[in-house]
């Protein structure tokens, strides 16, 4: 079974400060890990993905995530928060083709 | 540009009545997803399908019915027997087969039955 958690289902930050989002997985085998971004009554759009290669992946919006298997986490983070990064993020795990999983999601507030 | 559409954006209707939600995708993927989404519960599976005419059960299927006859479509109906179906449906599609791939998703239709 593979399973992720999100800790925090909402984090507030100051526009320009760090933002870190954390995901924890669980998977019996290596895993695909995953963040998506929502915008309200939108689709989810994909950041960035780890596939085995390097464990640090750089994705759009200038997010990055590293795979660490010895904590099993896939934390997501960005240097400088802007406003427009204000949104739902979804932390999600695949071990297998055709099934992954979703962590329940952080909500992302960017104060000016 | 290659995308997946969901029509409506927006749906009502009154208790008891089914109701079909459209996905559509031109991505040429082989396996396609829906997804039901929750305040605070992430998103769930429906039911997904790898290939025309076949589909299969996901996590919460009951009340609920697919059909898949062409690649590029995969309608979701909501029954009358689904107890709660108010919520954001999420159409997605992905390659298929080997290893996990990303999944890309549709705009969503939010249902509301009153």
């Known amino acids: 079974a593979q399973s992720v958690t999100q800790l925090g289902s909402h984090v507030s930050v100051s526009e320009g400060a760090l933002v870190l989002l954390r995901c924890n997985y669980s998977?019996?085998?290596?895993?695909?890990l995953f963040w998506y971004v929502q915008y309200p009554n939108q689709g989810l759009q994909l950041l960035l993905k780890?596939?085995?290669?390097?464990?640090l992946v750089k994705g759009i919006n200038g997010f990055e995530a590293e795979f660490k298997k010895s904590e099993t986490s896939f934390h997501l983070t960005k240097p400088s928060a802007h406003m427009s990064d204000a949104a739902e993020y979804f932390c999600?795990?695949?071990?297998?083709?055709?099934?992954?999983?979703f962590g329940a999601g952080t909500r992302l507030t960017v104060k000016p | 540009d290659g995308g997946i559409t969901q029509s409506p954006k927006y749906l009502f209707r009154k208790e008891g009545q089914n109701v079909t939600l459209s996905c559509e995708q031109n991505?040429?993927?082989?396996?396609m997803y829906w997804y039901r989404q929750d305040p605070g519960q992430g998103l769930r599976l429906i039911y997904y399908?790898?290939?025309?005419?076949?589909?299969q059960k996901g996590d919460i299927a009951e009340g609920y019915s697919v059909s898949r006859e062409k690649k590029e479509s995969f309608p979701l109906t909501v029954t009358s027997a689904q107890k709660n179906p108010t919520a954001f449906y999420l159409c997605?599609?992905?390659?298929?087969?080997?290893?996990?791939?990303?999944?890309?998703f549709g705009p969503g239709t939010r249902l509301t039955v009153t």
């Open positions: 999600a795990v695949s071990a297998r083709d055709l099934d992954m999983r």
């Open positions: 780890y596939t085995s290669a390097a464990t």
């Open positions: 998977s019996s085998v290596p895993p695909y």
């Open positions: 997605a599609s992905s390659i298929a087969g080997g290893r996990p791939y990303e999944q890309y």
């Open positions: 991505l040429n993927h082989d396996a």
């Open positions: 399908s790898q290939i025309v005419n076949d589909f």
